[in-house]
């Protein structure tokens, strides 16, 4: 038999991930060696869900992989988002890692941007669920028992209700047409609690929910690393869902 690969897993704690991990751990090709999440440096939080790190930390316990945390500033550049991120998968790949895995769908500028900055210092990118159907994506993750709660929605496209949800049969059928069910365009963030690769479920309670709108950057914002092409991106706000551990 062959020895599998190493290879670090981008966590974002929420369902996608999870489900990406649970494929990706089935597969004899590869060792994931740990879990590598983005935290906003000043709020310690991740970065766009807004999860506190004490549940980021007991969602890795459970899930039994050591975690890797990455500070990143608030509204980083371009330029300092990479710098931190060479230097992770760096210091990643002096351990032997030579795989980076994703929870990524079907966003194909993304998927290339991925793999050209990890072709820089010679890694390869593993994508388990790319291009399969979302909405077979939303059911086979119900159906294995996973359960994930919104934490974040984007007022461009739902409003403060959808936020502190459970992803359910109700909570499919009540979303807009226009509204991917797995929010791969960014519609909304979850946060996984529980299912097959977790040994216990994360205990947690709801805090308050909160609107925040961010500011576009006084600079060229074609070199942030939230760069969008997108003219409107900023004249939307976020509602965020405060989850507590407990």
Same mark, same amino acid.
């Given at each position: /038999?062959?020895?599998?690969?190493?290879?670090?897993?981008?966590?974002?704690?929420?369902?996608?991930?999870?489900?990406?991990?649970?494929?990706?751990? %089935? *597969?004899? @090709?590869?060792?994931?060696?740990?879990?590598?999440?983005?935290?906003?440096?000043? +709020? %310690?939080?991740?970065?766009?869900?807004?999860?506190?790190?004490?549940?980021?930390?007991?969602?890795?316990?459970?899930?039994?992989?050591?975690?890797?945390? /990455?500070?990143?500033?608030?509204?980083?550049?371009?330029?300092? +988002?990479? =710098?931190?991120?060479?230097? /992770?998968?760096?210091?990643?790949?002096?351990?032997?890692?030579?795989?980076?895995?994703?929870?990524?769908?079907?966003?194909? @500028?993304?998927?290339? +941007?991925?793999?050209? %900055?990890?072709?820089?210092? @010679?890694?390869?990118?593993?994508?388990?669920?790319?291009?399969?159907?979302?909405?077979?994506?939303?059911?086979?993750?119900?159906?294995? !028992?996973?359960?994930?709660?919104?934490? $974040?929605?984007?007022?461009?496209?739902?409003?403060?209700?959808?936020?502190?949800?459970?992803?359910?049969?109700?909570?499919?059928?009540?979303?807009?047409?226009?509204?991917?069910?797995?929010?791969?365009?960014?519609?909304?963030?979850?946060?996984?609690?529980?299912?097959?690769?977790?040994?216990?479920?994360?205990?947690?309670?709801? !805090?308050?929910?909160? +609107?925040?709108?961010?500011?576009?950057?006084? =600079?060229?914002?074609? *070199?942030?690393? $939230?760069?969008?092409? @997108?003219?409107?991106?900023?004249?939307?706000?976020?509602?965020? $869902?405060?989850?507590?551990?407990?």
């Amino acid at each position: /038999m062959s020895v599998p690969q190493k290879a670090l897993f981008n966590w974002s704690s929420g369902k996608d991930s999870a489900l990406a991990l649970y494929k990706i751990l %089935q *597969n004899p @090709d590869y060792k994931i060696e740990c879990l590598l999440t983005s935290v906003n440096q000043q +709020y %310690q939080r991740i970065s766009m869900h807004g999860v506190r790190v004490e549940l980021l930390q007991a969602q890795a316990e459970s899930i039994g992989i050591p975690l890797k945390i /990455m500070e990143i500033p608030e509204m980083p550049t371009m330029e300092v +988002y990479e =710098n931190v991120m060479t230097e /992770m998968l760096s210091a990643l790949k002096n351990k032997g890692i030579t795989h980076s895995v994703f929870g990524d769908i079907f966003l194909e @500028d993304l998927r290339q +941007y991925r793999e050209s %900055q990890l072709a820089k210092i @010679d890694f390869k990118g593993i994508f388990p669920i790319w291009k399969i159907p979302t909405k077979d994506l939303i059911q086979e993750f119900i159906s294995l !028992g996973f359960k994930t709660i919104v934490v $974040c929605v984007n007022e461009k496209f739902l409003d403060k209700s959808f936020v502190g949800r459970i992803i359910d049969q109700d909570f499919i059928n009540d979303l807009p047409e226009n509204v991917d069910v797995c929010g791969e365009n960014g519609e909304f963030h979850t946060f996984a609690f529980d299912g097959p690769i977790f040994s216990k479920p994360i205990d947690f309670e709801i !805090g308050e929910i909160v +609107y925040r709108k961010y500011e576009k950057p006084k =600079n060229d914002s074609s *070199n942030t690393a $939230c760069d969008t092409n @997108d003219e409107t991106a900023f004249d939307f706000g976020f509602w965020y $869902c405060d989850l507590i551990k407990k």
